[in-house]
T-cell receptor, first 113, second 112 residues
């Protein structure tokens, strides 16, 4: 099992550009989430999903879109990048039948200029 | 709004020492609590998960306790080793494990 994978590992964007951060898991987990980690702020929930076709907002959803068309994939879209979105982004998954332990991906470092 | 606090923010100890990391949360209506480890530049690794109905969980040299009524959890690390050096994060969920609220972490340094 690869676990939770994220691409790209690092990305530089210009203000106003859009991009999609990819996240995939091969553990058949129902639950998937996106967090951002900023110095002094800790990890904060952006969006989450409890199954294919079902998504909801977390604490800091503005400027981001998500969709979940399959159990395996949960992409995060930045609509119009802003410097305030410079951060490290983590995708996580968990499943009821695996004790609901959260498995995290390695992260994507995003720099918006 | 749930808030999670971890004290201390940083801790430096000599190898072999037993230590305790603290986590407190403001709303006792939690679903579960998890402790994670994060190495520099890496993702998070789950160490222990305690369901709201449980009092403690153990894994090797790690023991985590939960006192839901007082809004506190502790992570006990026995016989610390330099390889334990990392940031330790506490997180609670209220509606399900897909929605975690994190503390800011305790950065642990174990000196040889």
């Amino acid at each position: 099992n690869a676990g939770v994978t994220q691409t790209p590992k690092f990305q530089v964007l210009k203000t106003g550009q859009s991009m999609t951060l990819q996240c995939a898991q091969d553990m058949n987990h129902e639950y998937m989430s996106w967090y951002r980690q900023d110095p002094g702020m800790g990890l904060r929930l952006i969006h989450y999903s409890v199954g294919a076709g079902i998504t909801d907002q977390g604490e800091v959803p503005n400027g981001y879109n998500v969709s979940r068309s399959t159990t395996e994939d949960f992409p995060l879209r930045l609509l119009s990048a802003a410097p305030s979105q410079t951060s490290v982004y983590f995708c996580a998954s968990s499943g009821f039948w695996t004790g609901e332990t959260q498995y995290f991906g390695p992260g994507t470092r995003l720099l918006v200029l | 709004k749930q808030e999670v606090t971890q004290i201390p923010a940083a801790l430096s100890v000599p190898e072999g020492e037993n230590l305790v990391l603290n986590c407190s949360f403001t709303d006792s209506a939690i679903y579960n609590l998890q402790w994670f480890r994060q190495d520099p530049g890496k993702g998070l690794t789950s160490l222990l998960l305690i369901q709201s109905s449980q009092r403690e969980q153990t894994s090797g040299r790690l023991n985590a306790s939960l006192d839901k009524s007082s809004g506190r959890s502790t992570l006990y690390i026995a016989a610390s080793q330099p390889g334990d050096s990392a940031t330790y994060l506490c997180a609670v969920s209220q509606g399900g494990s897909e929605k975690l609220v994190f503390g800011k972490g305790t950065k642990l340094t174990v000196n040889p």
